[in-house]
């Protein structure tokens, strides 16, 4: 049993990238601002003093590029950390990503291997506005080939990070930006956590909460009200989005027999619509009220906060939905 | 496409069945036409045919379940197919209005669904199948859920329910009520169609009215007892019904039954020779009763009471039932167009019916359409007894046994051999003394036989 | 490396192989044995065999869609490229690639790619891990005139320049960018290396039909390289003597100018090797009809070998999607 200290998400992500490119001489990070500024948000910082800029590199703002050249170095032998600063921008690099990177292992018949990490920035929350906002991880997801991971504890990221470091497959790994301050036990020294494997973050007998992310700390807080009202609400973090850990989640809901699914990305044809569906389907008969799902708003994010905290959801709405599953008797 | 294997309407007054034994296993090859589970209705054991060729699907309903007309027992299933979802199936039986419906029989609180307009049942998936293990209907479950959905807790109530209550029966909305107001059902009894507590029961008790009967003086062993089932159920209802509904008198006479016997010790042989068949007293008494019939036909009749309306039926048929005693119970074979029979062929016809009444053979036409009624309990030593209606007929007659006993002729003691008849009356549709002239000629045919020749 | 008669052979011998390859397979896919999208490499053989004879096997290439002649000249496999292309199993990619994904791995060949411009970034990043590892490898990115208009082109020539990578950029400038002229797609005031020679690469201009030539201009780029100096940038100037893809026959009449293609094929670089050979008597009449017959067995070779090849079973559908 290994010591644990309360690490934010933020020294989690840090402490893993530190670790890797100390135990591995072929993990490089590059990106833009995150060597001698020590990144945006400040998760890189102190990376380039110690491993220098051949280790830790600033790149010109050319995500297109920058995220092949990921691609070409990790064809090539190396394990690449890239970083765009905010996944809206993969949008510039998505003929690397999604055409390149997530299918070259399988265009070539198994020849290329393209172990790739692009760590890149989600949510809304900080009045960044409509390009700055976005939680575009279920565009990743729908590609076959990439590997999509959403921590959402400091313990859960270093350990996710780890592993998608010394995975073979690209793997796009979503940073929360408004979470990055979340702070949590986190082992000292090397572990990781296995992509693909979900998480029961609180057990409960009446409703599964099925959340990615930040989702997760509005769906704990959510449970909390809930238990006032008799409701026990259990919450089952999927942690990777691609490949999803179906059994944990249908376990759950085939326990309680209600699901609510939630997720930061835009609501319509997203994340909550594919774990939603997959409930319907393979937890029918278990299902004791029809599956709800949250998401943000169909709407370019808002600068303004008195709008653009109305796009996601909230607390108040996972509790309202939850209970709206319920009759007098459960 | 599955095929439902259900509950058949085997007889206008049937409104359900019990599964006795299923004869073909699930997974089992069928063929159309071929018998896959006995079922025992209205006193007659009948066999349920595979509606198509295929193979038999996942058995619904256990044997000693009674099930309603209509109510689905399992599937026909094309090789490799699935068995069908579950879902409360289109022939649900909601009790139906017969000639027999009970007086005041409280409908709508057994079917809560018989009133809408939209006869699906909202249930979520997890209490459909919940109910499926537990096989009850959801027709009869109370949902709770948002939208009027039935939910998993719903079933599970309503299962605690019947099993806490499986002695006796209480309709889902006195259940329900009872919960609410606190009353415990076990102290109630019932005045809905066969005892059943309804609502205006709970309602009052719970406001306070005193309890109908005092406590059970007979201590009742949880487990102990045993609901009845076919055909002795049928008869407990029937005879329960017949004799709180219908207004009975009874007419008694002593008739002199030498000519009677002497009759019967003559027609033996010849009966004997003609059909094969052992000429019993019974078979005289079919041939006296017919010919009384015809010539009383007021007493051919029979009290229908229905939803809309209630009253007299004449019958134009007459077809006399005899009483007879099975380990399984009573049932009552019906020789039917008595009138028109000879003594041989009524001989030859009672010992086909009660042969195959011995050994469960008998069809649902041989019980079918009765407009009298004999009861005879001569041979088990009884000397006079008051038989109960068989409804909706309007009279029974009840047969002693023919001893020789003291009676008085012009002053004189003689021992004579004597029977007792005994007519039981509905007074709805006759009064005493029509009862009374149809007794009378009974009485004259028996001791003077050769007037049957007029 | 000296021009000795071995080194003129062995060209000789690529771009003879490259070219009765691709008629070959213009053959097969008339019969309808090979399938999916072909881009021909006829005309052009001089700038593959020139570039890759002066690569080492562990230096990396990425290539086009028109992607066979880089291929073959980087010593790649005919049987298991024709393979391929037929979408057999024992192809280079199981089947699953096709002519526009073929790629040898074990020969630095980083891939044909569908994406017009998709190997800037592969073959910049290879470069970039061979810096990191010291290891004296260098990368070549062959792409066209078209692709030079892509943004990530000029995105690449940055960070290459900026990090001193040992790439080569060759653009082949085959006259078309699919059925669009080179002047009509883009500026001629400056030739395209001018915009590498604005991110401070040197650049190179050769004839691309001069195998030789191409040979030379390489050579110089790859010592560069390895020696640390940083990227180059070669445009070698050909002609497209096929249709943008396979089926583009009709088309072609209508984007050239009558007798232009009549003119060019009048100089195609295999030929003008052939007569140079000769004339210079570098090699034999003999020696290059064995050169030609022994590619002619080489592609018999290919041929019976698909004939014999399964096509991929069921299974490998949902393989290699993860490692």
């Known amino acids: ?330 | 496409m599955a095929t439902e294997v259900y509950m058949p309407q085997l007889g206008l007054t049937m409104t359900e069945g019990t599964v006795i034994k299923w004869l073909k296993m699930e997974g089992d090859t069928v063929t159309q036409g071929e018998p896959v589970v006995e079922i025992e209705t209205d006193k007659v054991a009948a066999e349920v045919e595979a509606p198509a060729d295929g193979v038999l699907g996942p058995i619904l309903v256990s044997e000693g379940s009674i099930v309603s007309v209509g109510g689905l027992l399992s599937h026909v299933l094309a090789p490799g197919e699935a068995p069908p979802a579950l879902a409360p199936s289109a022939a649900e039986a909601v009790p139906r209005a017969t000639s027999e419906a009970l007086p005041g029989s409280e409908i709508e609180e057994l079917s809560p669904s018989a009133d809408d307009n939209d006869d699906r049942v909202v249930a979520s998936p997890r209490a459909r199948r919940l109910a499926y293990e537990l096989a009850i209907e959801l027709t009869n479950i109370e949902a709770s859920g948002p939208g009027g959905r039935i939910v998993e807790a719903d079933v599970r109530w309503y299962a605690d329910q019947m099993k806490a209550q499986s002695v006796f029966l209480v309709s889902p909305v006195a259940s329900r009520l009872a919960e609410e107001l606190g009353v415990d059902l076990a102290r109630l009894e019932g005045t809905g169609p066969r005892g059943r507590i309804v609502k205006a029961d709970v309602e009052r008790a719970a406001a306070g009215a005193s309890l109908s009967t005092p406590s059970p003086t007979v201590s009742v062993e949880a487990g102990k007892i045993e609901p009845l089932q076919g055909v002795r159920r049928v008869v407990a209802d029937r005879m329960t019904q017949s004799f709180t509904s219908t207004p009975h008198f009874y007419l008694s006479a002593e008739v002199d039954a030498m000519s009677l016997t002497q009759m019967r010790e003559r027609l033996l042989p010849e009966v004997e020779a003609a059909t094969g068949v052992h000429l019993t007293v019974t078979d005289i008494l079919v041939k006296v009763c017919a010919q009384a019939l015809v010539e009383f036909p007021e007493v051919n009749a029979a009290w229908i009471e229905d939803a809309s309306e209630s009253g007299r039926l004449q019958l134009t048929d007459v077809n006399i039932g005899i009483a007879t005693a099975l380990d399984e119970g009573l049932i009552v074979p019906v020789i039917c167009h008595a009138d028109q029979l000879t003594l041989s062929e009524i001989a030859l016809r009672r010992a086909d019916l009660i042969e195959r009444a011995r050994a469960g053979e008998l069809k649902l036409e041989d019980l079918e359409g009765g407009t009298f009624t004999l009861s005879n309990l001569g041979m088990f030593g009884i000397d006079q007894f008051h038989a109960i209606i068989n409804p909706p007929q309007s009279v029974i007659l009840a047969v002693g046994r023919i001893q020789e006993r003291p009676v008085a002729r012009n002053g004189v003691v003689l021992a004579r051999p004597t029977v007792y008849l005994t007519l039981s009356v509905d007074h709805r549709l006759l009064d005493g003394v029509q009862g009374a002239r149809f007794l009378d000629r009974m009485a004259k045919l028996l001791e003077e036989p050769y007037l049957l020749m007029v | 490396m000296t021009l000795d008669n071995e080194l003129l052979s062995e060209m000789y011998y690529q771009m003879r192989l490259i070219r009765r390859f691709e008629e070959t397979a213009e053959e097969l896919y008339k019969r309808g044995t090979v399938v999916g999208l072909l881009h021909m490499y006829v005309g052009e053989e001089a700038v593959a065999t020139g570039v890759c004879l002066a690569l080492n096997d562990d230096d990396y290439i990425t290539s086009t869609h028109r992607g066979h002649g880089h291929l073959i000249a980087k010593g790649g496999d005919v049987k298991r490229l024709l393979a391929e292309l037929c979408g057999r199993v024992t192809g280079y990619c199981r089947g699953k690639g096709g002519s526009m994904h073929a790629a040898d791995l074990s020969l630095g060949i980083l891939g044909a790619n569908g994406i017009v411009g998709g190997g800037f970034g592969i073959a910049t990043g290879a470069a970039l891990s061979a810096k990191k590892k010291n290891s004296g490898q260098v990368a070549v990115c062959f792409f066209g005139d078209g692709a030079a208009n892509q943004g990530v082109f000029m995105e690449v020539l940055n960070m290459a320049a900026l990090w001193k990578l040992p790439v080569i950029y060759v653009c082949e400038n085959n006259h078309f960018g699919e059925y669009t002229r080179f002047d009509e797609a883009t500026v001629t005031n400056q030739p395209i290396g001018a915009r590498a020679a604005a991110f401070g690469l040197p650049t190179a201009q050769v004839d691309g039909n001069d195998v030789i030539a191409v040979y030379r201009a390489t050579e110089e780029a790859v010592e560069r390289a390895r020696a640390g100096d940083g990227p180059s940038f070669i445009e070698a100037r050909t002609y497209r003597l096929k249709g943008h893809h396979i089926g583009d026959v009709g088309f072609s009449r209508a984007y050239r100018t009558p007798g232009e293609l009549e003119e060019h094929w009048d100089q195609e670089p295999v030929g003008l090797f052939r007569k140079w050979l000769l004339e210079n008597e570098a090699l034999s009449e003999n020696e290059i009809q064995e050169i030609e017959a022994r590619v002619e067995s080489e592609l018999e070779e290919a041929i019976d070998f698909v004939r014999e090849s399964p096509v991929p079973d069921r299974s490998e559908l949902t393989e290699h999607v993860y490692v």
Request: net charge negative; hydrophobic share 45%; with cysteine.
């Open chain 1, 1 to 330: 049993m290994s010591e644990t200290r309360d690490l934010t998400i933020a020294e989690a992500i840090r402490e893993a990238l530190t670790e890797e490119l100390d135990r591995d001489p072929t993990v490089f990070l590059i990106g833009e601002d995150i060597g001698r500024a020590g990144g945006t948000f400040n998760i890189t910082a102190g990376l380039q003093e110690r491993f220098g800029k051949d280790r830790v590199m600033d790149a010109p703002i050319s995500e297109a590029g920058i995220a092949g050249l990921g691609v070409g170095a990790a064809m090539a032998g190396m394990r690449p950390v890239v970083e765009i600063m905010f996944c809206d921008f993969l949008t510039l690099a998505m003929d690397q990503i999604v055409n390149q990177a997530a299918k070259l292992h399988y265009m070539t018949g198994g020849q290329a291997q393209v172990p790739l990490v692009i760590r890149t920035m989600m949510g809304a929350g900080r009045s960044a506005a409509a390009q700055h906002s976005q939680s575009l991880h279920a565009w990743m997801a729908h590609i076959p080939g990439l590997k999509v991971v959403l921590p959402s504890t400091p313990r859960d990221a270093k350990g996710l990070l780890k592993s998608a470091i010394r995975d073979n497959n690209p793997v796009v790994f979503f940073e929360d930006k408004m979470s990055y301050g979340v702070k949590g036990p986190v082992d000292k020294g090397d572990y990781t956590i296995p992509l693909g494997v979900g998480d029961v973050k609180r057990t409960g007998e009446h409703v599964t909460l099925v959340a990615t992310s930040s989702m997760i700390q509005v769906a704990l807080e959510a449970a909390e009200v809930l238990s006032s009202d008799g409701i026990s609400a259990e919450i089952v973090d999927p942690r990777t989005v691609k490949p999803l850990d179906k059994e944990t989640i249908l376990s759950s809901v085939k326990k309680t027999g209600r699901a609510v699914v939630i997720d930061e990305g835009y609501l319509s044809y997203g994340v909550t619509a594919e774990i939603a569906a997959i409930i319907s389907d393979e937890a029918f008969d278990w299902l004791d009220a029809p599956v709800k799902r949250l998401g943000a708003t169909d709407v370019p994010i808002p600068m303004a906060p008195a709008l653009e905290l109305a796009t996601v959801p909230s607390i108040e709405q996972v509790v309202e939905t939850a209970r709206g599953l319920f009759g007098r008797r459960f």
